[in-house]
């Protein structure tokens, strides 16, 4: 039903969700294993959020007042979640029901599992000074810690990132490597489970996920929803364009697509349903603004802190590289929403029912106080840990500010015990690509395979970036951003790096690619939660995403080709030039691909204007020329075609 300008219309976009909290919880339980926890009540129940709330100043402790070699910071972080992870997670999601039942074998894996990697700790210097000469002991204990690792792993992440890792190992072997030294390498080394993956999530990424477990408590999300309904909730379509703009700002504290997609989505799909969209189309708008919230700074996905460690360049710099490509991925989808929308006649929401944006900020623009101050640290040189802590603090203050948004000494704990929650999945999974990388090195993998893409790529630049992108997504269809990032920026980013893309803009390639897959079909999972929502085809919903998303395709290419888009080695004129033609150029392929600008266009119409679009990734004079004189007389066919039809009716 499309609604007119005369029908009653909600007085409120918030009013109008239909997804309660249960099966919001079931539709995270469903699409995001991380939620899939043991049931419990009463005295357990307050023994798990304690010991839960425990790890979380642990993460305190360790930063802000011990200062312990890495290994022993890194092992006793997976030690301690490898404890609480048996104890949350059961071996059978059907289990998790299950009213405060720990079974025997479980409380065993979680002394075991944590207790192997408390060994280290404890005889961290010993171990070190045998080098790779352990002995039985060690090895049986590296064995049991690297198996108990690999089930959680499948308990909380998922089967097909084990599958990566257990082929990498096996080569391992193959290739004539003994069980000692491969036990070492993963067990007993910076190159394995403890490596930089795992190191810089212990250091990091674990602060910035319990500063939004914090923002999120504050009410922070149904703020940027309502800013996002005051700026655009009259326009076509408003609700789904509400939808890309409190995503992006959602974006800004959480990494995790398929969260932000059932956490925002639970309120915007049912309200672009009954304003006019099919459910596939408002279930994937949701999914690829949700998937694009990983790109948007301050706060990006995981990846992005593994990408300043690998490319040994500061969080602030890559936060800010980020910036242009994060503005055109959602100018692109916010393009295709319009012309969806004008396609289908659909209108905004009636002023009255849109709150003040001034108001807005009057009441709570303190809100946004934390990631100010997380941003203008960044900006100032300071570490990530130093400004997500000084943030974190930042937040529980601005929170006192008003009633409404105040932390009580419960949701202070429930923020506590959420930033425990949250880390689990990322840190196991970084920790299972310290293992492929730790085989990589070990065996001189990476270098093999190098030879291999550059002998089928050659020279052409085009074809490694093509073929580097294929990888990511298929990849990416099983593995978390997380591992799909790791794994190609050790194996394929090198190749583009000696194709003459800087480091920094191929890992950013890699980054976007790994990000996609996430509504890329036949695995998408950001875009099966917004179906489940919207009660929608899942795989039309991932295709109908995936071409909404479709200048996540386009935007790496751009930066590829034109590394000035990350602001490398630029001027402010040159940044202005790729911005302007890339938006042009988004434009073209939105329309074309829409088949909508100021009126419906044929088969021919669509194919020239996308080409069109796509002559101005090259950066190239010519084709910049060619690319904006198409658009251009397509543009004014339109309008042509528009008014023709006006004075025909």
Same mark, same amino acid.
């Given at each position: 039903?499309?609604?007119?300008?005369? @029908?009653?219309?909600?007085?409120?976009?918030?009013?109008?969700?239909?997804?309660?909290?249960?099966?919001?919880?079931?539709?995270?339980?469903?699409?995001?294993?991380?939620?899939?926890?043991? &049931?419990?009540?009463?005295?357990?129940?307050?023994?798990?959020?304690?010991?839960?709330?425990?790890?979380?100043?642990?993460?305190?402790?360790?930063?802000?007042?011990?200062?312990?070699?890495?290994?022993?910071?890194?092992?006793?972080?997976?030690?301690?979640?490898?404890?609480?992870?048996?104890?949350?997670?059961?071996?059978?999601?059907? &289990?998790?029901?299950?009213?405060?039942?720990?079974?025997?074998?479980?409380?065993?894996?979680?002394?075991?599992?944590?207790?192997?990697?408390?060994?280290?700790?404890?005889?961290?210097?010993?171990?070190?000074?045998?080098?790779?000469?352990?002995?039985?002991? @060690?090895?049986?204990?590296?064995?049991?810690?690297?198996?108990?690792?690999? @089930?959680?792993?499948?308990?909380?992440?998922?089967?097909?990132?084990?599958?990566?890792?257990?082929?990498?190992?096996?080569?391992?072997?193959?290739?004539?490597?003994?069980?000692?030294?491969?036990? &070492?390498?993963?067990?007993?080394?910076?190159?394995?489970?403890?490596?930089?993956?795992?190191?810089?999530?212990?250091?990091?990424?674990?602060?910035?996920?319990?500063?939004?477990?914090?923002?999120?408590?504050?009410?922070?999300?149904?703020?940027?929803?309502?800013?996002?309904?005051?700026?655009?909730?009259?326009?076509?379509?408003?609700?789904? *364009?509400?939808?890309?703009?409190?995503?992006?700002?959602?974006?800004?504290?959480?990494?995790?697509?398929?969260?932000?997609?059932?956490?925002?989505?639970?309120?915007?799909?049912?309200?672009? *349903?009954?304003?006019?969209?099919?459910?596939?189309?408002?279930?994937?708008?949701?999914?690829?603004?949700?998937?694009?919230?990983?790109?948007?700074?301050?706060?990006?996905?995981?990846?992005?802190?593994?990408?300043?460690?690998?490319?040994?360049?500061?969080?602030?710099?890559?936060?800010?590289?980020?910036?242009?490509?994060?503005?055109?991925?959602?100018?692109?989808?916010?393009?295709?929403?319009?012309?969806?929308?004008?396609?289908?006649?659909?209108?905004?929401?009636?002023?009255?029912?849109?709150?003040?944006?001034?108001?807005?900020?009057?009441?709570?623009?303190?809100?946004?106080?934390?990631?100010?101050?997380?941003?203008?640290?960044?900006?100032?040189?300071?570490?990530?840990?130093?400004?997500?802590?000084?943030?974190?603090?930042?937040?529980?203050?601005?929170?006192?500010?008003?009633?409404?948004?105040?932390?009580?000494?419960?949701?202070?704990?429930?923020?506590?015990?959420?930033?425990?929650?949250?880390?689990?999945?990322?840190?196991?999974?970084?920790?299972?690509?310290?293992?492929?990388?730790?085989?990589?090195?070990?065996?001189?993998?990476?270098?093999?395979?190098?030879?291999?893409?550059?002998?089928?790529?050659?020279?052409?630049?085009?074809?490694?970036?093509?073929?580097?992108?294929?990888?990511?997504?298929?990849?990416?269809?099983?593995?978390?951003?997380?591992?799909?990032?790791?794994?190609?920026?050790?194996?394929?980013?090198?190749?583009?790096?000696?194709?003459?893309?800087?480091?920094?803009?191929?890992?950013?390639?890699?980054?976007?690619?790994?990000?996609?897959?996430?509504?890329?079909?036949?695995?998408?999972?950001?875009?099966?939660?917004?179906?489940?929502?919207?009660?929608?085809?899942?795989?039309?919903?991932?295709?109908?995403?995936?071409?909404?998303?479709?200048?996540?395709?386009?935007?790496?290419?751009?930066?590829?080709?034109?590394? @000035?888009?990350?602001?490398?080695?630029?001027?402010?004129?040159?940044?202005?030039?790729?911005?302007?033609?890339?938006?042009?150029?988004?434009?073209?392929?939105?329309?074309?691909?829409?088949?909508?600008?100021?009126?419906?266009?044929?088969?021919?119409?669509?194919?020239?204007?996308?080409?069109?679009?796509?002559?101005?990734?090259?950066?190239?004079?010519?084709?910049?020329?060619?690319?904006?004189?198409?658009?251009?007389?397509?543009?004014?066919?339109?309008?042509?075609?528009? *008014?023709?039809?006006?004075?025909?009716?």
């Amino acid at each position: 039903m499309v609604l007119k300008d005369n @029908e009653k219309r909600p007085k409120n976009l918030i009013e109008e969700a239909e997804v309660d909290a249960k099966e919001i919880g079931d539709l995270m339980a469903e699409f995001d294993r991380e939620s899939n926890t043991r &049931h419990f009540t009463g005295t357990p129940l307050l023994i798990v959020k304690g010991m839960l709330i425990a790890f979380t100043l642990y993460v305190f402790w360790m930063t802000l007042i011990a200062t312990p070699p890495e290994q022993i910071r890194r092992s006793s972080f997976i030690g301690l979640l490898i404890f609480l992870g048996f104890i949350n997670y059961p071996i059978k999601r059907s &289990h998790a029901k299950r009213v405060n039942q720990i079974p025997w074998y479980d409380w065993i894996f979680a002394f075991a599992g944590g207790g192997a990697f408390f060994y280290y700790v404890i005889n961290f210097e010993a171990i070190v000074g045998k080098a790779v000469n352990i002995g039985t002991v @060690e090895i049986a204990v590296g064995i049991i810690g690297i198996i108990l690792l690999v @089930e959680l792993c499948r308990r909380v992440v998922g089967l097909p990132i084990l599958v990566v890792a257990g082929i990498f190992v096996g080569y391992a072997f193959y290739s004539g490597y003994s069980l000692k030294r491969v036990v &070492h390498q993963l067990f007993y080394t910076t190159d394995g489970i403890i490596g930089t993956p795992l190191g810089v999530c212990a250091t990091f990424i674990v602060l910035f996920i319990i500063l939004g477990a914090f923002l999120e408590k504050t009410g922070i999300g149904t703020f940027f929803i309502d800013i996002a309904n005051s700026l655009a909730g009259y326009a076509s379509g408003g609700p789904a *364009k509400v939808a890309v703009i409190s995503s992006a700002l959602e974006g800004m504290y959480s990494g995790s697509s398929v969260a932000n997609t059932v956490g925002s989505g639970s309120v915007t799909i049912p309200v672009m *349903k009954k304003t006019g969209y099919t459910p596939e189309f408002a279930a994937a708008v949701e999914a690829a603004a949700s998937t694009g919230g990983q790109i948007m700074p301050p706060i990006m996905g995981a990846a992005a802190f593994l990408m300043a460690e690998m490319t040994e360049t500061p969080y602030a710099t890559i936060a800010l590289s980020a910036i242009l490509p994060a503005l055109l991925y959602f100018a692109g989808i916010f393009m295709m929403i319009h012309f969806e929308a004008k396609k289908l006649g659909l209108k905004g929401l009636p002023k009255e029912s849109i709150p003040k944006f001034g108001k807005l900020m009057l009441k709570k623009g303190y809100l946004f106080l934390p990631i100010v101050v997380l941003s203008t640290l960044m900006s100032m040189g300071r570490t990530p840990a130093y400004s997500a802590v000084y943030a974190i603090v930042t937040a529980v203050v601005v929170s006192m500010f008003s009633k409404e948004t105040r932390l009580t000494p419960k949701t202070f704990g429930e923020a506590l015990e959420n930033g425990t929650r949250n880390t689990m999945g990322v840190a196991i999974a970084c920790a299972i690509a310290g293992i492929i990388v730790g085989i990589v090195t070990l065996t001189g993998l990476g270098q093999d395979l190098l030879n291999i893409l550059m002998s089928v790529a050659g020279t052409s630049k085009f074809l490694a970036l093509f073929l580097t992108m294929i990888s990511c997504i298929i990849l990416g269809m099983g593995v978390p951003t997380t591992a799909n990032y790791v794994i190609m920026a050790t194996i394929t980013a090198p190749i583009v790096v000696q194709m003459g893309v800087p480091l920094l803009a191929a890992h950013m390639f890699v980054f976007y690619f790994g990000i996609v897959a996430d509504i890329t079909p036949p695995v998408a999972l950001a875009a099966y939660a917004g179906s489940a929502i919207a009660k929608s085809d899942p795989f039309k919903t991932g295709v109908t995403a995936t071409r909404l998303a479709i200048t996540a395709f386009i935007v790496p290419y751009i930066f590829a080709f034109n590394p @000035e888009m990350l602001l490398i080695d630029t001027t402010a004129i040159e940044v202005v030039r790729i911005a302007i033609t890339s938006l042009i150029g988004i434009f073209g392929v939105a329309a074309g691909m829409e088949g909508f600008m100021f009126t419906n266009m044929k088969m021919w119409e669509r194919a020239i204007i996308i080409v069109g679009g796509l002559m101005l990734i090259d950066p190239n004079l010519l084709t910049d020329l060619a690319g904006v004189a198409i658009i251009g007389m397509m543009v004014l066919s339109q309008v042509a075609k528009s *008014k023709k039809l006006k004075l025909a009716s």
